[in-house]
């Protein structure tokens, strides 16, 4: 077994040097993530650099899903991933980060590490030794995010590794997921109960989550579908679309026509996960 997850005297005489470790094994809220980051990328060692050959592949972040975060509670973001290398390898960190250059302190806009170093499962291959890895990213948004709502959006996999010799490698994009604000809707129908052909108004709001406040506020200028399921069905259809105004409050209305639950149903963005309201049941006489 060629792989260690902890910085450890390896067999012989080689040891990892400690001053160059980037210091993975942190909480995800550690203030220290990104400089960690910076250090290990900002060695020199490109992605399949020579001096380094190790390389990773097949990156999955929270079994290929969205990550979606409220105002308080903490998240557990499982990542698995492969690496291969000729020698061996004595060490691999992970992290995820946003930005556009993971070297540069002034283009990381923000990065998370891992629970504990990537615990990795070697099998002999030809030409070299190939890992099974995972790890853990347990994220607090309070803590995490509290700077502000703009790191909602895309980031990415940076994976790390050490060598038998501490020669490092790196690749800073291996996997992407998006961590999102997540959403909330409510639907009130009135009046119940109506008669048939009367007038149905539909109320509610969209809010989500402001990671910055620690608290939910209302989503300007979203569309949100208005839909309804007859009473012994378990299809919603789609009825209208309507934006909600600008401090998040929705309106539509339509004709009753049968018993059923009317509800709305927002579908997401690229930085707010997606929401559907409870269904409110009209009766119609």
Not at 190 to 199: D, F, I, L, S, W
């Amino acid at each position: 077994m060629r792989m260690h997850t902890t910085t450890a005297v390896l067999s012989g005489a080689l040891v990892l040097p400690a001053l160059v470790l980037p210091g993975a094994a942190q909480a995800a809220e550690r203030p220290g993530t990104a400089p960690d980051l910076r250090a290990f990328a900002s060695q020199g060692v490109r992605p399949n650099d020579a001096l380094g050959g190790t390389t990773f592949k097949d990156g999955v972040v929270n079994n290929g899903k969205d990550v979606v975060l409220g105002v308080t509670g903490k998240k557990a973001v499982p990542v698995t991933f492969t690496a291969f290398d000729e020698e061996g390898l004595a060490l691999t960190v992970a992290f995820l980060w946003q930005g556009t250059d993971s070297s540069s302190t002034d283009t990381i806009t923000g990065a998370l590490g891992t629970d504990d170093n990537p615990v990795c499962t070697e099998t002999t291959v030809e030409g070299g030794y190939s890992y099974s890895c995972k790890t853990v990213f347990t994220i607090d948004p309070a803590v995490a995010f509290k700077d502000g709502n703009g790191t909602a959006g895309t980031w990415k996999l940076f994976l790390g590794a050490y060598d038998l010799y501490a020669n490092a490698s790196y690749n800073d994009d291996v996997a992407r997921t998006k961590i999102k604000r997540a959403a909330a809707l409510t639907a009130n129908a009135a009046p119940e109960p109506v008669k048939k052909g009367r007038t149905i108004t539909v109320t509610g709001k969209l809010t989500r989550a402001n990671w910055t406040t620690g608290k939910y506020a209302g989503y300007a200028n979203q569309p949100v579908q208005l839909q309804f399921r007859k009473k012994g069905s378990n299809t919603y259809t789609t009825l209208k679309t309507v934006n909600t105004s600008s401090t998040g409050t929705l309106k539509a209305t339509t004709k009753a026509v049968s018993d059923g639950y009317y509800r709305f149903a927002f579908a997401g963005t690229t930085t707010t996960g997606s929401t559907t309201a409870p269904g409110d049941f009209v009766d119609v006489r």
